[in-house]
Each structure stands twice: as structure tokens, then as C-alpha cells.
């Protein structure tokens, strides 16, 4: 594993839950899960998206980890997008969801900034938007 990708996990706790390496090589051959790596245009890695209920795309999918290790220079809004474009345009879903811990105020606000809906009762760490929301943007 590249070095630069080996810290993305290590940088982001305490946001992002940690998934030791044996566990994602693990989740390599399960088809609920799809794990890919973010890289910049020169091709250096610079992130992961985890994404599951892989089974069940056509109804929803999960986006169940993004960690980016340069803060601040948008990078982690692009991946949402791109997010969003693969689970809509590609895979075909409905509906998108994801989770964060709920003092997480950060990665709540590029969520809400890239089209995710607060999910009630808890709009602080449930948050989602369907195809057609995504096609209304």
C-alpha cells in the first residue's frame, strides 16, 4: 500500500471509524462492498470512498467511508460529486446515504454544500439524496 495512502485512515480519526488494513483486504472479494481509491489528476492517491449495500443499488447504497488526506483544497467535494455521479449515473440507484459522527460540523457542511438532505430525526449525523433530487440540482 502507498505510503501517502496508508496515512488517509490515520489523519482522519476522529471522524472517520477506523478500518484496519487486514479487514479492507478482507472486504475485498464480498460484493456488497466497493472500495476506490480518489487520486488527483497527476495520479497521486490522495483518498478512499468505501461504498455498500452494493447488493441492493438499484434501491440504495451507502456511502460508508470517504477520508481525504489534503483538507481544504476541495478535493472532498469533488469526490462527493463524483460519489453522487457513480451511484446515480452509473450504478442506478435511488437513493444515497450516508453517516458522521454527529460533532462532525465540517464534513456536515460540504454533505449539505453538494446536494445531501439532513435526515430527520437526526439531522446531525443521517443524511441522504435520491436520484431525483440529484437530477433537480
Known amino acids: 500500500m502507498n505510503t501517502e495512502l496508508a ?3 490515520s489523519e482522519n480519526p476522529p471522524w472517520v471509524g ?3 488494513l487486514g479487514w479492507r483486504i478482507a472486504k475485498l472479494g464480498d460484493k456488497d462492498f466497493l472500495q476506490t481509491i480518489i487520486e488527483k489528476e497527476d495520479g497521486t492517491p490522495i483518498g478512499i470512498i468505501i461504498f455498500c449495500d452494493m447488493l441492493y443499488l438499484k434501491s440504495r447504497l451507502q456511502l460508508k467511508r470517504i477520508a481525504i488526506t489534503e483538507k481544504g483544497k476541495g478535493y472532498g467535494k ?3 460529486y463524483l ?3 457513480l451511484a446515480f449515473e452509473v450504478f442506478g440507484t435511488e437513493y444515497l446515504y450516508l453517516g458522521t459522527k ?3 460540523l465540517r464534513a456536515q457542511s460540504i454533505y449539505k ?3 445531501f438532505i439532513p435526515d ?3 439531522p446531525c449525523t443521517k443524511f441522504y439524496i435520491t436520484d431525483k433530487e440529484y437530477k433537480n440540482r
Open 78 to 80: 469533488e469526490a462527493l
Open 102 to 104: 454527529e460533532t462532525n
Open 7 to 9: 496515512t488517509i485512515l
Open 83 to 85: 460519489a453522487q455521479k
Open 113 to 115: 454544500a453538494t446536494g
Open 120 to 122: 430527520m430525526p437526526d
Open 18 to 20: 477506523k478500518w484496519y
